[in-house]
């Protein structure tokens, strides 16, 4: 067992819309700007937060998810992107207790426990008053192996603020450490799905930095340091991975396709590969490689534009007929169909390396954490191994596979899912690789297989 002193707080909420990712954002911006090499942790699944941190502020940023990860994995992953920064910052999901179903399991507050992470509540307060004080003590005393350590009150004004402090410190017990007014104009959340252009990367980061102007002048700091510096040495298992091979992967990473667990990536590196990003959308052909990773995305959007770049729908249809081993999430998987059919109905050919035809619907469909169990052999598995993913998509196909029998977290549901051959994995299902190294562990030695073959 390892220790690592690592200064650190999460930044959690009572509930979705606090405000949580904004002050996030704010925050990473203005430990930045003070100098202090910041990592970001985000708890869940979710792609497009530490896209966004990593894009727009320049933190390093990770997901720590408690479905996907085991927990050693997951304070192991904490340790390793935290050791070489001054300070980490955790960013909570959803409400601060709000896990699987009605359990705690995969929360926020998860996370914190497992981590021994010191909790700063933000709250919604506007409209509020005393009743702020109620929130903080209910989050405060509902489970005790947790600290809230602090709070900050988002939507209110300096004068609210100074006239509610010493009160609403007095009822809980527990320091506020700051505040946030509104701020016109600054609310992104809703606006960084793709972080597509340069253009929208920069009004971004205009943005930001207004908000941590904001926050260098309304959040104590220096409280912020003190509360993260008080957070225990973080016990964690090494997990460092052997090199196993020495391999080419192709890494599609464009507007089209750009969901990727960072932490996935270099778990592929540390095994023995060099990873080549290339466009599915603008490069002629595929980059000399021994394997191929298309991950999930946004490929609906820009339908046409990978139908007329035949030359690169060509390439990879050749290589994988000639068994290339590849492997493909969700958008990447969408990709590799016959065709895709728009809501107008309109078709537009894609790579057709999977027969059929996917297809854009009006809801989410299987939308949630799900197990993935082998039904029979395949690229990544043997035959009853598994790992844990999670759905998020509104598009379906007509050729889902049925490698694996996938049932939601909750038990609810069961479905057959991922199309395989002996040198393809292509489903629905996102999973992160740390979930079961050994999923990496085996495409990459298909990898060496195929580059000495």
């Known amino acids: 067992?390892?220790?690592?002193?690592?200064?650190?707080?999460?930044?959690?909420?009572?509930?979705?819309?606090?405000?949580?990712?904004?002050?996030?954002?704010?925050?990473?911006?203005?430990?930045?700007?003070?100098?202090?090499?910041?990592?970001?942790?985000?708890?869940?699944?979710?792609?497009?937060?530490?896209?966004f941190h990593s894009r727009v502020i320049g933190a390093k940023s990770r997901n720590l998810d408690l479905f996907m990860l085991p927990e050693e994995t997951a304070k192991y992953l904490l340790a390793k992107n935290g050791r070489d920064c001054d300070i980490a910052v955790l960013e909570g999901a959803m409400g601060f207790f709000d896990g699987m179903g009605t359990t705690l399991k995969g929360s926020a507050y998860d996370l914190a426990r497992l981590?021994?992470?010191?909790?700063?509540?933000?709250?919604?307060a506007k409209g509020a008053a005393l009743s702020i004080a109620a929130t903080i003590n209910g989050f405060k005393n509902f489970r005790s192996d947790v600290r809230v350590a602090g709070?900050?009150?988002?939507?209110?004004?300096?004068?609210?603020?100074?006239?509610?402090?010493?009160?609403?410190?007095?009822?809980?017990?527990?320091?506020?450490?700051?505040?946030?007014?509104?701020?016109?104009?600054?609310?992104?959340?809703?606006?960084?799905?793709?972080?597509v252009t340069a253009a929208e990367i920069e009004d971004l980061q205009k943005i930001i930095s207004r908000l941590a102007e904001q926050a260098e002048k309304s959040i104590d700091f220096d409280a912020l340091l003190k509360i993260a510096n008080s957070a225990p040495a973080l016990a964690y298992t090494d997990m460092q991975q052997q090199r196993l091979a020495n391999v080419k992967i192709a890494v599609a990473e464009d507007k089209a396709f750009c969901f990727y667990y960072q932490d996935a990536l270099e778990l592929l590196e540390s095994l023995g590969a060099e990873l080549l990003p290339f466009s599915p959308l603008t490069d002629s052909k595929l980059p000399d490689c021994d394997g191929?990773?298309?991950?999930?995305?946004?490929?609906?959007?820009?339908?046409?534009?990978?139908?007329?770049?035949?030359?690169?729908?060509?390439?990879?249809?050749?290589?994988?007929?000639?068994?290339l081993p590849c492997m493909a999430e969700c958008g990447g998987f969408m990709y590799l169909m016959d065709y895709f059919r728009a809501k107008s109905g309109e078709k537009f050919a894609w790579v057709g390396a999977v027969s059929g035809e996917t297809y854009m619907t009006e809801r989410l469909n299987r939308f949630g954490y799900v197990t993935l169990t082998a039904r029979r052999d395949n690229l990544l598995c043997k035959a009853g191994e598994g790992i844990n993913g999670h759905e998020f998509h509104y598009s379906d196909s007509t050729n889902n596979g049925d490698t694996f029998a996938v049932a939601k977290a909750s038990g609810t549901k069961e479905w057959e899912a991922v199309y395989t051959t002996p040198n393809l994995y292509a489903g629905y299902p996102h999973v992160h690789l740390w979930g079961n190294p050994q999923f990496a562990q085996n495409f990459v030695k298909a990898c060496e297989a195929y580059k000495n073959k």
């Open 1 to 51: 067992m390892a220790e690592l002193t690592l200064p650190r707080f999460m930044l959690a909420a009572p509930a979705s819309g606090s405000g949580k990712t904004t002050l996030t954002c704010a925050v990473l911006k203005a430990l930045m700007n003070k100098g202090l090499k910041t990592a970001a942790f985000k708890s869940g699944p979710d792609y497009i937060d530490p896209m």
């Open 115 to 124: 981590t021994q992470t010191p909790v700063i509540l933000v709250v919604n």
């Open 151 to 195: 709070a900050v009150l988002n939507n209110v004004t300096a004068m609210s603020y100074l006239f509610y402090k010493e009160t609403i410190e007095k009822e809980t017990g527990i320091p506020l450490v700051g505040y946030m007014p509104h701020m016109e104009n600054c609310n992104f959340e809703s606006r960084h799905l793709g972080l």
């Open 292 to 323: 191929l990773y298309l991950g999930g995305g946004y490929p609906e959007l820009y339908a046409k534009e990978l139908q007329d770049n035949e030359s690169m729908r060509q390439s990879i249809k050749s290589a994988l007929a000639a068994g």
